[in-house]
């Protein structure tokens, strides 16, 4: 006969499946999204700057993000460290909930609830610094307050002083987890669920346990109302910046709202938890998703063991039902914030965040739905096993995207550091967008200023990246003529400068970051880029580089990388600006010995450049060949180049009569 777990085990079994799904990789990731512009605000201008940071957009957000920065540092370690110490926490707070309000179902509320651990719909853990204060905090708040409602109602019976108190602390953080962000707005009604539940052990009549149900319910529900106002007056008439109510603009047919609906379900509910299946045999044999399938197996077996030692089989037919009903109410009651703000529901992007409100109900459903559809209790226990194996998986292959995406930012602001040493004040440098999937140009304008601005104080600041991709058009970029006034707003400081000084940037997928110059033609050589881009070239001013200086720009939290091609070709564009063409020559010779070429044939242009300049004719003959040969499509860069060379007699006076044959073979020949 198998006993119930103690609590020790209990702690240790969450510890371990919060450590493999999330620990695993923690050394290796870092900032993400808003993360950056936050842990800049932490550094700069101080924890009490997120009072008035917030006061525009979530007023009661403020004071955690002042609670949490007070004792953490901005370093990235640190909030990968805490972020994983608070899922722990939330999955413990899920399973009090639970326990309390299905105290005859230990078995099924740690199942629901190691499930909400690792609940594979959500992939944004690793954004730790936003998630855990806008969300994960206020969530455990909802979560213990659910759990001490329900012991309130358990003791109310035999012990009315203890439940009264039970009712102050689940009133008291009702209020901190339902005010400080409008996540968990739709999940109140879940707690009349649960109330409803709990009463039906002692309440068998149906009349009577709703009017009771409701009567428990109602001082929660006056709370609930009460931030319903307030939301409502801060959407409409209120300062609030976030999202629009888009229903109230374009209202949703019937149709529309039977599937939204059905999309919440079918991914919640089923789809999300193979979720992991399709990613892995998508790419079967990468590294990642072989040590993904690893990780599942490894965590399966110790799980199913677990399961079948530490519960004797029970029935839980009225559980299954209950869990069913109120999952499937919850998964909907959750889709209603992001339903309302008109975002989408897509899973592994930044908007599959919104499932952080589905994920007690879908777990529910879930656990439900098995219990309900498998009769044999070691079939139950090991599908169990395998959705919670499964769900570390999901996180482990999660976490790998975010470590890649991480190690992209290192490169990215290594490369910006070789090639633009300092900037000159309020420069803004102009892109099209950045090969990165979770940063945008607010992303990347906090570290740019962490960087190059390292004893900024408050004042403007001096330093923006933006996205033409995204903000032409705007009250930030509206044209892109000289002149154009730029302001771009960062809580409660901002910049402000124009498109006269800005220099312009491009990073391809694969290949590394350059200075666009009007004055090399790049706005020709590059003709396949938007349009948009292009038209931007002509307002890049790389005089705004400050090519030498005391304090070279060091990036934050990135050890500098072995020197590859990229060095070489970030360095040599930075010797070419300041007209050392001896030393870019050096530079390619140099990265030639080492064996480093590149993936985008276009960089060897500026070599090449330096080649024929230098009076090195053969080496630039044989470079353009290379380039052609390799991909004949940059036949039009190449001859731009020693046309232009050719055009301002650059080259020395020896390689200029050998010019017009070169061309020729090269079919450059007007």
């Known amino acids: 006969m198998s006993s119930p777990p103690s609590f020790k085990h209990i702690l240790i079994l969450f510890a371990a499946v919060t450590l493999l799904a999330y620990g695993l990789l923690l050394p290796f990731t870092g900032f993400y999204w808003d993360d950056w512009p936050f842990a800049w605000i932490a550094k700069f201008l101080g924890p009490a700057e997120f009072i008035p940071a917030f006061s525009g957009v979530r007023p009661f957000l403020g004071p955690i993000f002042f609670v949490t920065t007070s004792l953490i540092p901005p370093v990235p370690i640190y909030w990968q460290a805490f972020a994983l110490v608070v899922r722990f926490l939330a999955g413990l707070s899920a399973w009090f909930a639970l326990k309390q309000s299905f105290p005859r179902h230990p078995r099924q509320a740690l199942i629901t609830s190691l499930l909400f651990l690792v609940f594979p719909g959500y992939s944004q853990h690793w954004v730790a610094f936003t998630h855990i204060n806008q969300e994960w905090i206020p969530f455990i708040f909802y979560l213990l307050s659910f759990g001490f409602s329900a ?69 929660y529900l006056l709370i609930w109302l009460v931030n319903a106002l307030w939301l409502a007056y801060f959407y409409t008439l209120g300062s609030y910046e976030s999202y629009e109510v888009a229903v109230v603009h374009d209202p949703l047919t019937l149709a529309q709202i039977l599937s939204v609906m059905g999309d919440a379900l079918w991914k919640t509910g089923f789809y999300i938890w193979g979720q992991v299946i399709v990613l892995i045999v998508q790419t079967l044999t990468a590294p990642t998703s072989l040590l993904t399938l690893v990780l599942i197996l490894l965590s399966f077996f110790p799980l199913f063991y677990f399961l079948n030692r530490s519960f004797s089989p029970t029935s839980a037919s009225g559980f299954a039902r209950q869990a069913i009903f109120i999952g499937f109410i919850g998964i909907l009651l959750g889709r209603v914030p992001s339903w ?70 290192g490169e990215i602001y290594w490369q910006m550091a070789w090639r633009m040493p300092a900037l000159k004040p309020n420069t803004v440098l102009l892109t099209h967008q950045m090969p990165i999937d979770y940063e945008t140009d607010l992303s990347f304008t906090a570290p740019l200023n962490w960087m190059y601005a390292p004893d900024y104080t408050r004042a403007s600041v001096p330093y923006a990246l933006l996205y033409t991709e995204k903000r032409l058009g705007t009250a930030t970029l509206p044209l892109l003529e000289k002149d154009t006034e730029i302001k771009l707003g960062i809580r409660t400081v901002g910049f402000s400068g124009s498109t006269s000084q800005a220099v312009v940037i491009y990073m391809p997928p694969h290949g590394c970051l350059r200075v666009l110059d009007p004055q090399r033609g790049d706005a020709e050589i590059q003709a396949r880029w938007p349009e948009t881009f292009i038209k931007a070239i002509s307002l890049s001013d790389p005089s705004r580089i400050l090519t030498e200086t005391d304090r070279p720009a060091v990036p934050m939290f990135f050890p500098e990388p072995e020197h590859d091609w990229c060095y070489y070709f970030t360095k040599a564009e930075l010797a070419r600006q300041n007209g050392d063409y001896e030393l870019v020559a050096r530079l390619g010779n140099e990265a030639m010995q080492r064996g480093f070429k590149p993936e985008d044939p276009t960089e060897w242009l500026v070599f090449i450049e330096a080649y024929l300049v230098t009076g090195d004719l053969e080496r630039a003959k044989e470079r353009s060949y290379a380039m052609l040969q390799e991909e004949a499509r940059t036949r039009r860069s190449v001859c731009a180049l020693w046309q232009r060379v050719q055009a301002q007699g650059l080259a020395r006076s020896e390689a200029e009569e050998q010019f017009a044959d070169v061309m020729e073979e090269l079919g450059c020949a007007r």
């Open 340 to 409: 309302v703000a008109g975002l989408p529901l897509t899973l592994q992007s930044s908007f599959d965040r919104l499932m952080i409100s589905m994920m007690l109900g879908g777990s529910l459903f879930i656990v439900g739905l098995v219990e309900i559809l498998v009769k044999d209790i070691r079939a139950r226990n090991l599908l169990f096993a395998m959705l919670t194996a499964l769900g570390i998986g999901q996180q482990f292959f999660n976490g790998n995207i975010f470590r890649r995406d991480w190690q992209k930012q």
């Open 151 to 219: 012991r309130a109602i358990r003791r109310s019976f035999a012990h009315p002083t203890a439940a009264r108190m039970d009712m102050f602390y689940a009133l008291l953080l009702l209020v901190a987890g339902v005010f400080p962000t409008e996540y968990f707005i739709g999940l109140e009604p879940m707690r009349f669920l649960f109330i409803w539940a709990i009463l039906s052990d002692e309440m068998p009549d149906l009349k009577q346990r709703f009017v009771q149900s409701l009567k428990r319910w109602f001082p």
